[in-house]
């Protein structure tokens, strides 16, 4: 769970100055951590250092005597709080049907939320709960096709969100949440389901293009929705999907959600689940479509965007893309079959505009990176 954006101040807004961070003040948790899917024995964390500009590979392994973490991991998200004031990472296995907390500061696993059946995805609501989508679309039973909601004290799930089959991305806007619902093994699913989490009631349930894998929220708090096309042949699509209240009073009843806009991508399936990034102004949209491209949020056709790097590995081709809110950069992730892939820095120069800085090694198939500032 990588992903939100911040509302800056009109100085922090300049790209070029914000680039810079503190290295004095910068601790070991400080960083860019990826998570790589990898083998079927394990997955791995990599750490992208700021300060010193180097990656850390198996940064678990190396801080507990060599072992493990579980294998086919799909998510990382990190939270601090009172008690972990270095974060807590969460790791999701849909396999194993858990999910591990980690102690940011020892890199120890310090707890588990367990019997889940095919977690794919956690975003955290609070310090106390998270949700949980569950369900491979396959297996039906009254753990799957949910949305578990979990408290986080005592790592139990407390209620259960029915949604559609193979639950997979989510993201939060305000109080309300959004679910993928991508169809899992069978990639057929084609809604978007909406919920109020201050009441845990159903709002929306919205038809989008199908197999929606990840979404973002942008500065008018409308939501965009990349959708792989399922099986061969299918198209390919992304989706504005406009945010509205249809009485004078802002209250959620009258929230209604209205497809604005569907752009089709190329015939080339994205090969990550990460492939949208929205800037920390929430104004632009970088997505993969074979190679990354970049549209305002306020542009109103389905014309051509233009690409989102120049120069040098302007045209590679990413498993994943991810925004640093801290620095303005833009992370790429390439997978290398079973071997080692790659972490792609690309920074924004004097012409406002993105260009490759540096490649890193990280573990084998890596497919989303999360940020502890």
């Known amino acids: 769970m990588k992903k939100g954006f911040l509302i800056l101040t009109l100085g922090a807004l300049v790209l070029s100055s914000c680039n810079e961070i503190n290295t004095l003040t910068l601790e070991d948790h400080q960083g860019a951590f990826i998570l790589n899917k990898g083998n079927s024995e394990t997955s791995t964390i990599s750490r992208f250092n700021y300060e010193t500009e180097e990656v850390t590979n198996n940064i678990f392994q190396e801080n507990n ?23 807590k990472g969460y790791i999701v296995f849909p396999e194993a049907g858990s999910i591990d907390m980690i102690n940011m ?24 709960t998270a949700y949980v989508s569950c369900g491979n679309g396959v297996t039906d039973s009254d753990k799957d096709n949910i949305v578990a909601k979990v408290d986080l004290e005592t790592y139990t799930v407390t209620n259960s969100l029915p949604v559609g089959e193979g639950p997979t991305k989510m993201i939060t806007s305000g109080k309300f949440l959004y679910v993928a619902n991508s169809g899992g093994e069978l990639q057929n699913g084609n809604t978007i389901t909406v919920y109020d989490m201050s009441k845990d009631s159903l709002i929306d349930q919205i038809e989008v293009g199908i197999e929606p894998i990840d979404m973002e929220v942008d500065v008018d708090r409308n939501i965009w929705v990349y959708c792989n096309g399922g099986e061969v042949g299918n198209a390919r699509s992304l989706f504005k999907i406009e945010r509205k209240f249809v009485t004078d009073t802002i209250v959620t009843d009258s929230l209604v959600h209205i497809p604005h806009l569907m752009i089709d991508l190329g015939a080339e399936k994205a090969t990550g689940p990460n492939a949208l990034a929205m800037s920390r102004t929430g104004r632009y949209l970088y997505y993969i479509d074979g190679k990354t491209f970049v549209r305002s949020v306020h542009k109103e056709d389905d014309s051509a965007d233009k690409e989102a790097f120049v120069g040098e590995n302007s045209d590679v081709i990413l498993n994943g893309i991810d925004f640093d809110y801290s620095t ?8 290398n079959g079973g071997s080692n892939g790659s972490l ?4 924004y120069d004097d012409e406002q505009q993105y260009i490759f800085n540096s490649e890193y090694e990280v573990g084998i198939q890596p497919i989303f990176t999360t940020f502890s500032y």
């Open 65 to 87: 005597n060599g072992q493990q973490l579980g294998a086919g991991a799909t998510t990382f998200t990190i939270k601090p709080n009172e008690d972990y004031t270095k974060g």
């Open 105 to 128: 500061e020892t890199y120890k696993i310090e707890g588990s939320i367990d019997g889940l059946s095919y977690p794919t995805d956690i975003v955290l609501a609070n310090e106390n």
């Open 328 to 335: 303005g950069n833009l992370y790429g992730l390439i997978e």
């Open 344 to 347: 792609l820095l690309f920074t």
